[in-house]
């Protein structure tokens, strides 16, 4: 049952009790909390540690697979031309898929129990707590599962000595984009590309959370016409 007078209880475990928001969940998520102590998701120490992730792993666990796809590459003979052509190409469709997921995945609307409680987990917990620096980065093992998709998809796309630095390139993307992330909530840019960067993302956590869903560019949030009104990019400065 979803009460209308449901209040979340901060101090205990989050992820079961959202779902009870029912059609409040929405304002509710989008209300944030500017705080760098993230909330407490489950009441399990196990589970409670699968939720948190330091960003350095990323890069980590990350970059030798994109090495190890591109050397695949490089063994079936792929001329250095079209292998940086590759990698880049695997940087362009991630980011399409970091616009189309953030936009329609992360940012659907929901109101029932699992509903909510499955949202809050992808991407509601962010939006409430988004100075949460364990919690800004996607866990490695998750990222793993999603990797399998993306892999036939690229082999579906493309030539057996082009598929590997394809997926690669798209992995790096991924990496560039969640360190990318976690910088632009606790990097402090004083200047130039990256505080613009910085400054596009806060509005969309802050003023208008419909608009500006791209990270590492804004090009697809002008492709697709949701690029924020400069009249609240003025105000976010």
Not at 100 to 129: A, D, M, P, Q
């Amino acid at each position: 049952m979803v009460s209308k007078d449901f209040t979340v209880d901060l101090n205990k475990p989050l992820v079961f009790q959202v779902g009870h928001l029912g059609e409040a969940y929405e304002e509710w998520v989008h209300q944030p909390i500017i705080s760098k102590e993230g909330p407490r998701f489950f009441g399990s120490d196990i589970l409670e540690s699968t939720t948190r992730t330091v960003w350095w792993v990323i890069p980590l666990v990350w970059l030798p697979v994109v090495c190890w796809a591109v050397s695949m590459s490089v063994r079936m003979g792929l001329p250095l031309l079209q292998l940086a052509a590759a990698v880049a190409g695997g940087i362009f469709i991630w980011t399409f898929l970091e616009y189309t997921l953030h936009r329609f995945l992360f940012h659907i609307k929901t109101k029932s129990y699992w509903g909510n409680t499955i949202h809050y987990l992808l991407h509601g917990c962010h939006h409430k707590h988004p100075m949460d620096g364990l919690r800004l980065v996607f866990p490695p093992a998750a990222a793993a599962i999603l990797c399998l998709p993306f892999w036939n998809l690229m082999k579906l796309l493309s030539p057996p000595s082009v598929a590997p630095t394809l997926f690669g390139g798209g992995l790096l993307g991924y990496v560039i984009y969640d360190v990318t992330h976690y910088y632009l909530h606790h990097g402090k840019p004083s200047k130039g590309i990256t505080q613009n960067m910085k400054r596009y993302h806060m509005n969309h956590h802050f003023r208008i959370d419909d608009k500006g869903f791209g990270i590492t560019s804004t090009f697809w949030d002008r492709v697709f016409g949701t690029l924020p009104p400069a009249k609240a990019a003025e105000k976010s400065r």
